[in-house]
């Protein structure tokens, strides 16, 4: 295994290259362009054999996507933001389709205003759509979890688009150490795809994806694209063994840092989670029993396991990049259902919404954070939610708009 | 028109009078649609694989019922020259690698209406002819949104009623030429027909078949619930559609337009207009001949430049 | 663990230059995290790049607020509060100015009190600015003293792979050279004092107050208030026009000017509005009597040290 500097753009394309996929719809958005100009690149230098087709759309990119996938090929593409957005028709009509394929998502936040920068608003809307998602953390992660993700998408059990998602510009445009794998050993890991009777071929004819009438014949669809995703919880844990075994790395559904003898844990999701484990550590050296929990799976969203592992604990401070407005962090309200009226579950689960469109959270923030749970934990109070937003950052959009002549009569502070 | 090329249909008789598409399907009864496309389907044949747009044919197959012998896939109003693709792209990688055999392989064929057609579907597909993609697009135009109702579409005809252009001139719009869009992106072939006249019709599904790349089967068709009119009278609209030279059959190929079938002494468009309740309106209470006026001037205008 | 910062413009080469860091430090055993910040990549606009290095994994994320070491390769953005070059510099960072300047010129006009250092340069020609990055690459490289000189020459090796051996030779050249010339300073980058969760300044949050629509949505109301913003920083070589030699064509530069940074004046003089002049010399290529010549940003400096009329703003 060679180890080189990889942005998470580059990761993912390896992913691709090594899982050997055959066929790649395309459309280029930022932060995920480099990732099929690297595969274009490939392509033309003979290093990977694969057919790369640029189409006008994502919409068109996932229905093209899928079509490939369910005549037998194994399929990559990649997307983010505004143009999941775009696809999300197919993006829950494909997982009707049983289509197994994996798309990388490279969130970025959602218009308007437009950026640039991460957020999970993106990815989150595809939540309910019978895709798979696994988030991601490091380089390395993007890499590994492309390769498991085809397995995961593959399995009989399963059969299911699995998005594999991973930060803009926090992982995209970040080179980091990443293990490449051989192909060889990839090979022997991934297998061929096997797309058993779920193909098209002239000899074998199929209508695919037709209407049902009725409630009850399409409850049952729906419900069995349900249980398939609910069977990727196990499938992954599978699948993370099998991997460790082979590649040395472990992969749980749940990322768990230090949190078996916290009394206090964060909880959040993708690039950001490093910053939190940085807090950990820090927070530790000074005494506090604090760690974190990271859902590499938001769905199927591992309810039990968060049971499990929050059982007694003091406080959880659950941050959100993401926001659903009138309602607050996904994470938060998820992660709530999975724990209401069980027994031992932690009496204080606050939220904390930051990191939008890139926002930082510094490490400072994160000590508040924590601190603020325990003493919620103190007086046995749960906090209001929180967005984390300074004095300073408001002074700052206070600038910007006098500069953008917005009349500021009528908001309280400086009437 | 000295090289006429071999065919095999050059009366009614040479048709198949057995059909491959099967019956029991959820179309009205006398729809012009599924007459065109059963027509199609006799001569495309069961070695297919129809990438179906939203619109009336979404019903075509209804679980666990098909009509198709062959394959079917449906996929979203937007996006069903995509659709073909992938599917396309995924069976030339399987013969390449050697992973399917020959004869699995299959006529990629897009269904769409004329909503999708003309409207919501114009970017994937233009774009699928910008790629050259190996595929025949079937559009079954009834000129309206008909699956929910005849709202009209890009496809509706000048002064047309429908439930969103109820009032007493109709539709203001004119019928948007998709033949010419489609033309203007240099095709393999492009073709109008109509289920009532099938001898026209299976000579250019024939010929489609013999080439390859983009392909477009454009077939007019007449809806008793849409249009309104006594199913019966289906293939007599279409006919007089022809007659009356509203619907010029004709078909692009290597850079050029050729009309296959040039009505000699055409009928005024009367005769089209007035079998059909979405122009009532032009004949009652009075004859609005401004309007029938505006409709026949467009016909004599178009048939003018045709010079074969 | 190392936090490093480079400033610079785009197209001076501010990602590769902090790409051949990284790679220098993984190659001496270190886990590194590098990246590129730019919103829209524009040429000549200020960008900037960052590299962490360290011996154990690198949890930290994001922009460097807290740098150990930042590197100006443009010294016109010194002093430009928008690049955020100077964002935490700290006693105990050391700058690095590519200038001609002395330190103690710098310390005193940036008003620092922290290790100031410059790097002398040639001036470069208008086509060489992307060897700006190369040039502070080998500088930090040897102010950090953890990369050999062989290291770096890997380093550059592997990053410019796909260059030709002249690009390769040329960028290794001016690397070594600044490598050689920082000599003295070797090793004086000190790692930071990490952030104690004992001992740290609060982040003063707030709550969001509730702002009417016609406060808070994204609506800017005002015309062409974007002369606001001086892209003459994006200049590193201005045209400037000799008026013996201008034909008062009136119209050739100031219509073909993409940024309508040129405009006539009452007696019909064409007038470079210096604030806003990106620096692409379209009107030097277009002017039918080669009447406008280029010149250094620093040289023009000297000579005319301000622009007051600037007929663009004006308007």
């Known amino acids: 295994m060679n180890r080189v500097l990889l942005t998470g753009n580059g990761a993912a394309a390896w992913g691709a290259r090594l899982a050997q996929a055959e066929y790649i719809p395309a459309f280029p958005i930022t932060p995920q362009t480099e990732i099929i100009e690297t595969l274009a690149q490939w392509i033309d230098q003979d290093k990977m054999t694969a057919r790369l087709v640029t189409l006008e759309s994502e919409h068109s990119m996932i229905t093209a996507a899928a079509a490939a996938a369910v005549t037998g090929v194994r399929v990559f593409s990649a997307t983010s933001s505004q143009g999941l957005l775009y696809a999300m028709e197919m993006i829950y009509t494909v997982s009707g389709w049983r289509a197994p394929f994996v798309l990388v998502n490279v969130s970025r936040g959602l218009a308007s205003p437009i950026t640039l920068e991460p957020d999970h608003n993106d990815v989150l809307a595809a939540r309910d759509s019978g895709c798979l998602q696994i988030h991601c953390s490091t380089c390395q992660e993007v890499l590994d979890n492309t390769l498991i993700a085809y397995r995961l998408a593959e399995d009989p059990r399963v059969r299911l688009p699995v998005i594999v998602n991973l930060d803009g510009f926090y992982l995209s445009f970040t080179r980091e150490p990443v293990l490449l794998p051989e192909i060889e050993s990839v090979k022997n890991f991934i297998g061929e795809y096997n797309p058993e009777n779920m193909r ?18 399409y409850s049952y669809f729906r419900y069995q694209t349900h249980l398939a995703v609910e069977n990727g ?61 990271r859902p590499r799976l938001i769905r199927p969203f591992p309810a039990e396991r968060f049971r499990t592992l929050l059982s007694g604990k003091k406080a959880v401070a659950v941050i959100d990049q993401n926001i659903s407005m009138g309602m607050g962090g996904v994470l938060h309200s998820e992660l709530c259902t999975a724990l209401y009226g069980q027994p031992q579950t932690p009496e204080i689960v606050a939220s904390f919404i930051g990191g939008l469109g890139g926002r930082d959270i510094t490490v400072e923030e994160f000590f508040e954070i924590a601190k603020s749970i325990r003493h919620a934990d103190e007086i046995n109070q749960t906090p209001s939610p929180r967005l984390l937003y300074t004095e300073t950052e408001l002074r700052e959009i206070r600038k910007l708009q006098s500069l953008a002549n917005v009349k500021l009569h009528g908001f309280g502070e400086t009437s | ?40 389907y006799d001569i495309i044949g069961e070695k297919s694989l129809y990438v179906n747009a939203a619109g009336c044919m979404t019903l075509l197959s209804v679980y666990p019922f098909t009509p198709f012998r062959g394959s079917w896939l449906y996929t979203a109003m937007a996006s069903a020259a995509a659709g073909a693709q992938g599917v396309r792209d995924a069976l030339d990688i399987l013969l390449e690698k050697k992973q399917m055999k020959a004869d699995e392989d299959m006529q990629v064929v897009v269904l769409s209406g004329d909503g999708s057609a003309y409207g919501m579907g114009l970017s994937a597909t233009s774009s699928a002819m910008e790629r050259n993609l190996d595929f025949i697009y079937i559009c079954y135009d009834n000129e309206g949104y008909g699956n929910t109702g005849q709202q009209y579409s890009g496809a509706t005809p000048h002064a047309a009623r429908t439930s969103t252009s109820k009032g007493s001139s109709g539709f203001r719009g004119f019928k948007k030429d998709l033949f010419s869009i489609w033309a203007a992106h240099k095709p393999t072939y492009v073709a109008t027909v109509i289920g009532s006249e099938p001898v026209d019709l299976a000579r250019k599904i024939e010929k489609a078949m013999q080439l390859k790349g983009p392909r477009l089967i454009l077939a007019l068709s007449p809806c008793p619930t849409g249009w309104d009119y ?46 059909q309740g979405r122009f009532n309106h032009l004949y009652q209470p009075d004859r609005n001949d401004k309007l029938i006026n505006e409709i026949q001037i467009d016909v004599d205008d178009y048939w003018s430049e045709v010079v074969e | 663990m190392y936090r490093i910062r480079f400033h610079g413009r785009g197209g001076q080469g501010m990602k590769t230059a902090s790409r051949i860091l990284g790679t220098a430090f993984f190659l001496e055993g270190y886990e590194v995290q590098d990246a590129p910040r730019y919103g829209a990549e524009r040429r000549g606009a200020p960008i900037f790049a960052y590299v962490r290095a360290a011996k154990q994994t690198i949890h930290e994320r994001g922009v460097i607020q807290q740098p150990d070491l930042v590197i100006i390769a443009d010294e016109s953005l010194a002093s430009v509060s928008s690049a955020g070059t100077l964002i935490g510099i700290d006693k105990h960072c050391v700058l690095l100015i590519v200038s001609n300047e002395s330190p103690e010129s710098w310390k005193h006009r940036l008003n620092l009190d922290c290790t100031v250092l410059t790097l002398a340069y040639e001036q470069l020609d208008i086509h060489q600015i992307s060897y700006a990055g190369i040039v502070c690459t080998g500088a930090a490289a040897r102010l950090t003293g953890i990369i050999s000189n062989e290291t770096l020459q890997r380093a550059i090796k592997q990053e410019l792979a796909a260059f030709d051996e002249s690009v390769v030779a040329n960028n290794l050249h001016q690397a070594l050279d600044a490598y050689k010339k920082m000599a003295e300073h070797e090793a004086c980058v000190q790692k930071s004092q990490e952030i104690s969760a004992d001992n740290y300044q609060a982040p003063e949050w707030i709550t969001l107050p509730f702002d009417d629509a016609n406060i808070s949505a994204p609506a800017i109301h005002a015309s062409a208030n974007s002369v606001q913003i001086k892209t003459g920083l994006w200049r590193s070589f201005r045209p400037v026009i000799d008026y013996q030699h201008c034909k008062h064509c009136w119209w050739i530069c100031s219509t073909y000017c993409p940024d309508g940074a040129i405009n006539v004046d009452d007696s019909g003089q064409p007038q470079i509005d210096y604030d806003h002049c990106k620096g692409c010399m379209v009107c030097v290529a277009q002017c039918p009597s080669h009447a406008i010549s280029i010149i250094p940003e620093q040289q023009a400096e000297v000579a005319a040290p301000e622009v007051t009329a600037i007929p663009g703003d004006k308007r």
């Not at chain 1, 098209?200 to 014949?217: D, I, N, Q, T, Y």
């Open chain 1, 200 to 217: 098209f071929r002239a000899h074998e004819p199929m209508s695919h994806a037709v209407a049902v009438l009725g409630g009850a014949p």
């Open chain 1, 233 to 293: 919880l196990a499938v992954y844990d599978e699948l993370a063994k099998e991997f460790e075994q082979q590649f040395g790395r472990e992969y749980g559904v749940i990322e768990n840092y230090f949190a078996d003898d916290a009394d206090y844990v964060f909880v959040m999701m993708d690039s950001f989670a490093t910053k939190a484990k940085d807090a950990v550590d820090k927070l530790r050296a000074t005494g506090w029993a604090i760690g974190l929990l």
């Open chain 2, 1 to 40: 028109m000295n090289d006429k090329p071999v065919t095999l249909y050059r009366h009614m008789k040479d048709l198949p009078s057995t059909h491959l598409l099967g019956s029991g399907t959820a179309m009205c009864s006398g729809c012009g649609g599924l007459e065109a496309l059963h027509e199609i």
């Open chain 2, 230 to 275: 006594d199913p019966q009278d289906s293939v007599e609209i279409g006919k007089l559609a022809v007659k009356t030279g509203i619907w010029p059959l004709k078909e692009y190929v290597d850079g050029k337009v050729r009309h296959t079938k040039l009505p000699k002494q055409r009928l005024s468009v009367d005769e089209y207009l007035k079998r």
